[in-house]
Every structure is written in C-alpha cells, then in structure tokens.
C-alpha cells in the first residue's frame, strides 16, 4: 500500500509516530511539502528566541497516549533548562526549539519504519491536484505525478487574510513569522500598530522588544481583549469532565449533547474537589467586562491559584469539545462559533507568565497601549497609516497578528481541494471543512465514506473551530493510523 500524506507540519509527524508504532504490514509512504519548514509547519518554523511555545511540556506531545514524550525529549536536553517560566516552573522553550523536537521524532519514526520494511520518501513540493483516472495520482507543482491507494490532507491552517486590504503597502507586515526576518526592517523609534491583540500580538509586542524597540507599540482590535494568563499546572484527574463520561452522558441523552450537559460536568466536577463554580463563571464573564490590563495583572498575581476552575476549563475545551462535537446541534456550534468565540478562544489559548509579565511591564511603562474599536486602516499616500476607532491616530508601521479562522484552506492546498470537490472526493461541510467521518478522518461524500482520503487536522470539520494543538493533533493521529492501516 502507497500512503501519500500531503502536508509535513506537527500533525504529520505525530502521524508518522503512530505509523512507526504499529504493527502494520509494510509499504510506501511519501509525504509531500509545498514549504521549506518541512516537519516544522509555519508555528514551529526557526525563528529568533523570544518567539516562545505557548504551551506547557504536557500539552505538547507528538504521540498520542504519550503526554510525557516531549518532556522526555527536553529533560535529555539540560541545556534547556534556562527557558524555564517562573510562573509556570516548567520549560517554555522558543517555538524553533520546539520544531527541533518535531525534526527529532520525525526522524526518529521515518529511521523506524525503513528498518520494519517501510520505503519513505519526503517531497519538497506542494501537492496541486488529484485525478482519479485511470489511477488515483496525486500531481505536485515541480511536475511530478504519484500514484497512491491512500492520501492523507494534513495541510494545517494556511496564511492570514488581508483582512484591511493593506497587502504591499510599504510599511505593512502581512505574515509576521518568522519574526527574526519580518521584524528586521522595522526602524526600532518608530510607532508600530499590531492588528490583533491575541497571542500573535503578544510574539510581535516581545519580539519586538528584544529587539530593542523604543518607539510606541499599539495593539488595535475590535475588543481590546488579552489572551488569559496561564496557570501553573496542578495535578488532578478529573472524574466528570473526561472525553469517555462525556460520551456515555451524550449515549444516555439519545446522541444529543448540550451545552446544558456539559456545564452540569464541570459543576460535578468542581463540587468533587471542594471549589466553588461562582469563581468560575466570574473569569468567564470577566472575558468581556474586567478592563484588560487590570484582568492581566489579577491573572498573573494568580498564576498559582489552587482553585482549578479556569485550568478545568481550558482542559475540557481542548479535550471533551472535539470528543462530543461532531454531536453538538448546528445552531449550538454557530452560537459557540459566533458569539462565545472570544471567550472560549481567551481561555482555551492563554498566554504563558514570562511573555504576560513582558507584556504588562510595557503596558505599565506606557511603550505599549491596547486600543479597542478598531474599525479602518488607511495608507497615506507616501509613508504611514492613519487608524480610525474611537478617534483618528497614526502609525508608522502596521503589523498583521490575525490568523486565519478555522477551517480555512491554506494557499497552497487551494488547486488540490478543488480538484478533490471537483472529483467528488471530498465535500464541504456546511459548518466548514471537508466534511469527516469521527473517529477515522476519512472523507465523507453524502454520508458515506468515500475510498481513500482521509484529512487531519484544521480541515477536518470533525475539529472545533479552536486553534489546533499538538496534543489533539497527537491524538488525531494515532486514531487516523489505525485507520489509514486497517
Ligand atoms: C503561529 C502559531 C503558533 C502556535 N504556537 C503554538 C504553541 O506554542 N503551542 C501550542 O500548543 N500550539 C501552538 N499552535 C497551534 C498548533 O501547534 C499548530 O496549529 C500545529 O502546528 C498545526 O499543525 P498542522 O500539521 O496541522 O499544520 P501546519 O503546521 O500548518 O502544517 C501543515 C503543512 O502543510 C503544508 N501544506 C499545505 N498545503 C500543502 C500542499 N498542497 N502540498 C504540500 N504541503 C502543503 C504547509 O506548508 C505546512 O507546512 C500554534 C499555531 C500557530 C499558527
């Protein structure tokens, strides 16, 4: 069997971690990469130091079942020991660090399968087209033609959109990563607007600054909202708030989940542990109502807070959310998708304590100011933007810090998608993606599996519309493999 996996970001290593792990009778895999970050995809690209993984050890895996496997890999490396977050008392290494580790497993796993018998090979082309006939062949831009009895989409999320239409202005960033290179022109007095205030925004604000900017920083967007700060992590294993109780809750209630069902989860939960629910629902709310920099500051003075309500819930949205969600009805997706969207986003994605201390000093020191309301940017004819929110303003420079939303298919995989549509391969979901069987990632036409696609990842509409993260995409994996095997 020739597997082709079109895509070498973190999903497709993890991937290739769980092909490496199984028993599978040996055959062909060649994976296809339309960039140079092969293994790295645009998170994990190099980059300079101070672009930092947003994540503890734990939640960054790359084998599913393995939570330890990065912990592992960075206690081997005690030189690393020096990115330790205080808050946090764990490691937050750059994220090009990370994408070391992400080099290393790959490896690791490709040396694997050639010693079972596999042949891989890896294809630094990006995958334009499919044709079905008189073989399934899979077309790349340098030319070349592949045939293949399985393909894998694991093409990741893809570019930001120029959402101001500022594309090739002078003075506007567009793609902000790799920071070490879009930074490099940015004259260090001058006043730079980020379009943002997300986590995007915080890697501009800290890149930034270590590179020894002194002019003032404005983080513009519509809400004027941070990410939340991260807590250090506490043990403790839930007993309700799991993907397997969620799931026997969602059998008992007929298939249907709601979102009724899962708050009474995190109440039985937190009722198991002694901690009040109130504290909870007023950090949620707090998302849209707290002023920001007085929520950055309380956050951090509770950075080792016992009560587990906020770490609960970040947990279930990365855990219990994608388990359930394919059951969730469609007006309760759009209601999450559309008007809770900050929240669960600010509290699913926070920010680590090392960049939330950098980013409340230069907010206290006044370099940095956080503006909401933001409605136009305009170009002036020869240098310089004038913003319009509640007021007229001017920059110098304009950075872009919005990431593509959910589902969105990158640049790149455009041509094969619609030949995929074209060749009834695949099919839109109505909610967004293509649409994917639970549990498989095999393509779905009409409902039904169709012969040999499979999709990981962002574009898969079994995901949520929340940001992937490894340790899903770990998990994504190593059910895809058992799929793609059996
Ligand atoms: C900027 C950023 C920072 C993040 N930081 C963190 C973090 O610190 N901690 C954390 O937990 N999570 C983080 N995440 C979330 C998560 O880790 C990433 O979303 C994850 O890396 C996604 O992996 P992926 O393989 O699905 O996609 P990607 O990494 O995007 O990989 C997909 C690959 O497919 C390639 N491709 C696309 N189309 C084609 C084609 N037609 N042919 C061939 N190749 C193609 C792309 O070039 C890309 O390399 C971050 C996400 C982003 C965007």
């Known amino acids: ?95 090009a660090v990370y994408g070391r580790y992400l080099e290393h497993t790959a490896h690791t796993a490709i040396a694997d399968l050639r010693e079972n018998g596999w042949r891989v090979s890896v294809v630094n082309s990006g995958v334009t087209g499919f044709s079905r006939h008189p073989v399934a062949t899979l077309r790349t831009a340098a030319g070349g033609a592949y045939t293949v009895d399985r393909a894998v989409l694991s093409i990741g999320g893809g570019q930001p959109h120029d959402s101001y239409g500022l594309a090739d202005t002078p003075g506007y960033v567009h793609e902000p990563y790799p920071l070490h290179r879009r930074l490099a022109g940015v004259p260090a007095d001058r006043h730079v607007a980020v379009i943002g205030s997300g986590l995007t925004a ?57 979102l009724t069902m899962l708050i009474e989860l995190m109440k039985a939960e937190l009722s198991e542990l002694g901690h009040d629910f109130r504290t909870l629902t007023d950090e949620v709310i707090g998302n849209d109502t707290e002023p920001p920099v007085q929520r950055l500051r309380r956050q951090l003075s509770l950075v080792a807070d016992p009560h587990q309500g906020r770490r609960l819930l970040g947990r279930a949205i990365r855990t219990v959310a994608p388990a359930v969600w394919p059951m969730f009805r469609e007006q309760d997706k ?48 020869r240098t310089g933007f004038t913003v319009t929110d509640d007021t007229e303003w001017t920059a110098d420079v304009v950075i872009n810090a919005v990431n593509p939303p959910a589902y969105t298919v990158p640049q790149a995989a455009e041509g094969l998608v619609r030949s995929l549509l074209t060749s009834a391969s695949a099919e839109r979901h109505p909610f967004g993606g293509l649409t994917t069987e639970p549990g498989t990632g ?35 994996a190593a059910r895809l493999a058992r799929a793609l095997i059996a």
């Not at 993907?243 to 969602?250: Q, S």
């Open 202 to 258: 915080v890697d501009i604000v800290t890149g930034l600054v270590s590179r020894g900017h002194t002019g003032p920083i404005t983080l513009m967007s519509r809400s004027g909202v941070l990410p939340a700060v991260q807590q250090r992590p506490i043990p403790y294993e839930p007993r309700y708030l799991t993907p397997e109780y969620a799931l026997r809750r969602v059998r008992d209630n007929q298939g249907q989940v709601t």
């Open 334 to 381: 759009a209601l999450l998708r559309g008007t809770h969207f900050r929240t669960i986003n600010c509290l699913s994605s926070p920010m680590v304590p090392h960049n939330a201390n950098i980013l409340l000093r230069l907010l206290d020191s006044g370099q940095v100011r956080l503006r909401a309301g933001l409605q136009k940017i305009h170009p002036h004819s």
């Open 442 to 476: 095999k393509l779905l036409i009409s409902g039904r599996p169709r012969d040999m696609w499979y999709a990981q990842g962002n574009i898969a509409s079994t995901s949520t519309f929340i940001a992937t993260d490894p340790t899903g995409l770990a998990h994504e």
């Open 1 to 95: 069997m020739h597997i082709g996996i079109v895509g070498a970001g973190m999903a497709t290593v993890a991937l290739l971690d769980a092909l490496a792990g199984s028993a599978a009778k040996p055959g062909e895999i060649t994976v296809f990469e339309s960039s140079s970050a092969v293994w790295r995809g645009r998170a994990y690209q190099r980059d300079q130091d101070s672009v930092r993984v947003n994540a503890p050890p734990m939640a960054m895996t790359a084998r599913g079942g393995d939570l330890d496997h990065y912990l592992r890999w960075l206690r081997e490396r005690p030189e690393l020991a020096c990115y330790l977050d205080e808050g946090l008392g764990l490691p937050v290494v750059p994220r």
